[in-house]
Structures are given as C-alpha cells and as structure tokens.
Nanobody, 122 residues
Framework: QVQLVESGGGLVQTGGSLRLSCVAS????????MGWYRQAPGKQRELVAA???????NYADSVKGRFTISRDNAKNTVYLQMNSLKPEDTAVYYC????????????????WGQGTQVTVSS
C-alpha cells in the first residue's frame, strides 16, 4: 500500500505565498518523477511543475518565475513553493509520484494525492 498525503493549501491574498508538501508513505523502493497538477472548477487538470529523479524541472508557462518545485528523496517528499500568487492560481492541487515499490519488481506506477485546495483572493 502506498499513500500520498498533501498539506499546505489554504486561503491567501494576491501576491502572497504558500508551500505545498506531498509525502509518500508505505512500501517504496525508489521514486522517479514527481509532479504537481491543478484543477480549477470547470477546467481540465493541468501540469504545474515536475521534477525528475535527477533533479531536472519543468514548469507550466503560467507559473514560471513564481513557483519552484523541489524534492527530498530521503523523506519521499515533493514540495511546491508558490510565490506571487494570483487569483487564477486558485484550484485544487494534486501531487503525482511515479515510483517502484519493490527491488525485485522493475515496473513502476503512478500514485496521486487526495488534493489540497488553494484559494487566492483578489
């Protein structure tokens, strides 16, 4: 069993900051890519930021220069530092982690967090 637990969402004013965290617990042998997605009401879920096992990152154009993704492999945790928040950043944010559960099984799977609400007031 693998569980992803997110935290750090909330209500913030325009220009404010929040830091999201997502911890993977359970049987985890290794973690590959980690990412953050968001879904606003009436819209499709979209990639916000991703980080590879080697530390390479990519960002949606809408958040470049404002958001920073990072990871702590020892803690099986991925973070999203969000600065200069705008009302259009309002959404439910989900983490997704691709991981390998056992050393003797080479296949990997994607796991999703339950989502955390981020609301930016104008």
């Amino acid at each position: 069993q693998v569980q992803l637990v997110e935290s750090g969402g909330g209500l913030v004013q325009t220009g404010g900051s929040l830091r999201l965290s997502c911890v993977a617990s359970g049987t985890v042998f290794s973690i590959n890519d980690m990412g953050w997605y968001r879904q606003a009401p009436g819209k499709q879920r979209e990639l916000v930021a991703a980080i590879s096992s080697g530390g390479s990152t990519n960002y949606a154009d809408s958040v470049k220069g404002r958001f920073t993704i990072s990871r702590d492999n020892a803690k099986n945790t991925v973070y999203l530092q969000m600065n200069s928040l705008k009302p259009e950043d309002t959404a439910v944010y989900y983490c997704k982690i691709n991981l390998r559960r056992y050393w003797y099984i080479t296949s990997t799977s994607d796991y999703w967090g339950q989502g955390t609400q981020v609301t930016v007031s104008s």
